[in-house]
């Protein structure tokens, strides 16, 4: 099972460790810290806390990388900068899965968001990438808020959890191919006038090129810090998936929106309890998996 400081014994440093590199890198690179939160989301609703998403593809794996769901997902570079620090000290000792659950956590901190006590260690790495399954477990932008209840239900996430979650979005940035269904040929008439007005400025094109790095931030305001202005955003109509739009219209999440658009910390309690939960879907332990030498290939091919 997982426990508290699974590498006490095996490597008392490992926490530490994760906390300096995460650390060194938010400085370097800011948005490295948006996308170890990002992470942990791909990483543990897919199926488990396994570190699948990490994996490249090989002639035997396909990266669940390549998935659609998975578009804007970056920094997985510096995923190897934090496990070769951890190398360097306890050689195939923590997995990677440890590395995507730490460092969001750590990064958590960073982007001024809560510090998400009792996370537990000792998950341990998948062999397989789930590719075949990305779907089926990670919501499209404009899917209906029924179908993205029942994903996050079936991880044990409840309404109240999963709309703290969607709370992340209040960093780091959606590509416009996200967004132009929600400005072309008609603007969404849900979206506040003046915000389409800027989105249309960001993505001037209902077609645009896939190759270009064309996005507009998910909170304007403070686009680096997590905080509950995503919730006063979709307050006032400034959601910028449909997905978030769609938690101030549902009568079933709406008293949740308020509740956290008041009251940060309340936000923040929300936000860690159930991160805490998103962490901790059905791992591997004990002899199950591996633990790999590098991030992006299981051990032997
Ligand atoms: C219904 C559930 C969700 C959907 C449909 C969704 C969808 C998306 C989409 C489409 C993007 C923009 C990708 C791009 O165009 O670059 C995005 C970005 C992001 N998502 Fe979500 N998301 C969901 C839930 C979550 C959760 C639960 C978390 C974390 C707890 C999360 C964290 C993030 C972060 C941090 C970004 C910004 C990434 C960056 O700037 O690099 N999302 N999401
Ligand atoms: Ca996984
Ligand atoms: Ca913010």
Same mark, same amino acid.
Not at 147 to 165: C, K, M, N, P
């Given at each position: 099972?997982?426990?508290?400081?699974?590498?006490?014994?095996?490597?008392?440093?490992?926490?530490?460790?994760?906390?300096?590199?995460?650390?060194?890198?938010?400085?370097?690179?800011?948005?490295?810290?948006?996308?170890?939160?990002?992470?942990?989301?791909?990483?543990?609703?897919?199926?488990?806390?396994?570190?699948?998403?990490?994996?490249?593809?090989?002639?035997?794996?396909?990266?669940?990388?390549?998935?659609?769901?998975?578009?804007?997902?970056?920094?997985?570079?510096?995923?190897?900068?934090?496990?070769?620090?951890?190398?360097?000290?306890?050689?195939?000792? *923590?997995? /990677?899965?440890? !590395? $995507?659950?730490?460092?969001?956590?750590?990064?958590?901190?960073? %982007?001024?968001?809560? +510090?998400?006590?009792?996370?537990?260690?000792?998950?341990?790495?998948?062999?397989?990438?789930?590719?075949?399954?990305?779907?089926?477990?990670?919501?499209?932008?404009?899917?209906?808020?029924?179908?993205?209840?029942?994903?996050?239900?079936?991880?044990?996430?409840?309404?109240?959890?999963?709309?703290?979650?969607?709370?992340?979005?209040?960093?780091?940035? *959606?590509? /416009?191919?996200? !967004? $132009?269904?929600?400005?072309?040929?008609?603007?969404?008439?849900? %979206?506040?006038?003046? +915000?389409?007005?800027?989105?249309?400025?960001?993505?001037?094109?209902?077609?645009?090129?896939?190759?270009?790095?064309?996005?507009?931030?998910?909170?304007?305001?403070?686009?680096?810090?997590?905080?509950?202005?995503?919730?006063?955003?979709?307050?006032?109509?400034?959601?910028?998936?449909?997905?978030?739009?769609?938690?101030?219209?549902?009568?079933?999440?709406?008293?949740?929106?308020?509740?956290?658009?008041?009251?940060?910390?309340?936000?923040?309690?929300?936000?860690?309890?159930?991160?805490?939960?998103?962490?901790?879907?059905?791992?591997?332990?004990?002899?199950?998996?591996?633990?790999?030498?590098?991030?992006?290939?299981?051990?032997?091919?």
């Amino acid at each position: 099972d997982l426990g508290l400081n699974f590498y006490s014994e095996s490597c008392p440093r490992a926490e530490e460790i994760v906390k300096e590199q995460v650390t060194k890198l938010y400085q370097k690179h800011g948005n490295t810290a948006v996308s170890w939160v990002r992470n942990l989301f791909h990483d543990c609703m897919v199926k488990s806390c396994d570190a699948s998403v990490l994996l490249d593809t090989t002639s035997r794996i396909v990266s669940e990388k390549k998935s659609q769901r998975s578009f804007g997902m970056r920094n997985f570079k510096y995923i190897n900068t934090i496990k070769e620090a951890l190398e360097r000290e306890c050689p195939m000792t *923590v997995s /990677c899965a440890d !590395i $995507v659950a730490l460092s969001a956590r750590e990064a958590i901190v960073m %982007l001024g968001g809560p +510090y998400i006590a009792g996370m537990k260690t000792g998950r341990r790495d998948s062999r397989e990438s789930h590719i075949s399954v990305v779907d089926d477990f990670i919501p499209n932008h404009n899917d209906t808020i029924s179908l993205v209840l029942s994903r996050f239900q079936s991880v044990g996430i409840d309404v109240e959890g999963t709309v703290a979650l969607l709370g992340a979005h209040s960093v780091g940035r *959606v590509h /416009c191919l996200n !967004i $132009v269904g929600r400005l072309y040929p008609n603007v969404d008439p849900t %979206l506040d006038p003046e +915000y389409s007005e800027y989105l249309k400025r960001r993505c001037p094109s209902p077609q645009p090129d896939p190759q270009a790095v064309q996005y507009a931030r998910n909170d304007r305001e403070t686009p680096m810090v997590l905080d509950n202005m995503y919730y006063k955003n979709l307050r006032t109509q400034r959601g910028l998936l449909l997905v978030d739009q769609q938690l101030v219209s549902d009568p079933n999440t709406s008293p949740f929106v308020e509740k956290m658009a008041s009251d940060n910390a309340y936000f923040h309690h929300q936000f860690s309890r159930a991160l805490l939960l998103l962490s901790e879907n059905n791992p591997l332990t004990g002899d199950q998996g591996e633990i790999r030498k590098d991030c992006r290939f299981v051990n032997t091919q």
